[in-house]
């Protein structure tokens, strides 16, 4: 699990890893929170929060690739290292920017390849042909889909996960994946704890 930070809250079920993120250009406790964490028996690093949206971490490739360098790169004798998540944006966002930013971060020890995918859970063949886009540009490393969500009416999202779950645990080089949902009631989990329809076939189909 990740919570787009440096440190978890609360507890974690045994044998759950927690994988840091460094969330923006703000590395300020990164260091110690990373080392902790390894310590603890986390074996990824996660780069930046899409920075290649404005609303999010904000950072050109250039400029987090200097950042990246800096503060994540150190612990790559010791850890996994996963680059910035990007998202599905069109040029010069998503796979685009991902491009340039790998360009300069050549040595960077990064060894996958984190992203986002958010449309209409109708559009299958898009989720598919993104996912195989990102593979094809970077067939040395494995993709982690950290964040996914389908739009639309439950049943519909309902019928995308029945179809791209599969599909996706077909896949060796796709690492991890994991939907976007409030898991303090939502999306995937009602307030009280229990899972709403979504979360069920979520759980169902996985």
């Not at 250039?62 to 010791?78: C, D, Q």
């Not at 599909?167 to 229990?194: P, Q």
């Amino acid at each position: 699990m990740y919570n787009w930070a440096d440190a978890k809250e609360g507890t974690l079920t045994k044998g759950v890893e927690y994988v840091p993120m460094l969330w923006g250009s703000s590395s300020t406790g990164w260091s110690s929170a990373a080392r902790k964490a390894l310590k603890a028996g986390s074996a990824h690093l996660l780069g930046f929060n899409e920075p290649d949206l404005d609303t999010q971490s904000n950072l050109s490739a250039s400029r987090a690739a200097r950042l990246y360098k800096k503060h994540v790169t150190p612990f790559r004798t010791s850890a996994h290292l996963i680059s910035p998540a990007i998202t599905n944006g069109g040029a010069p966002m998503g796979l685009a920017w991902l491009k340039r930013f790998l360009k300069e971060c050549s040595a960077c020890g990064i060894s996958g390849v984190a992203l986002h995918w958010y449309d209409s859970a109708t559009n299958v063949a898009y989720f598919k042909a993104y996912l195989e886009e990102a593979h094809r540009a970077n067939p040395s490393m494995r993709i982690w889909l950290t964040e996914f969500a389908g739009s639309g009416t439950v049943a519909e999202q309902e019928a995308f996960l029945k179809e791209v779950i599969p599909w996706m645990e077909g896949k060796s080089w796709l690492a991890r994946y994991s939907y976007f949902g409030d898991v303090s009631g939502g999306t995937l989990v009602h307030s009280d704890g229990s899972l709403t329809a979504l979360g069920e076939t979520y759980k169902n189909t996985v």
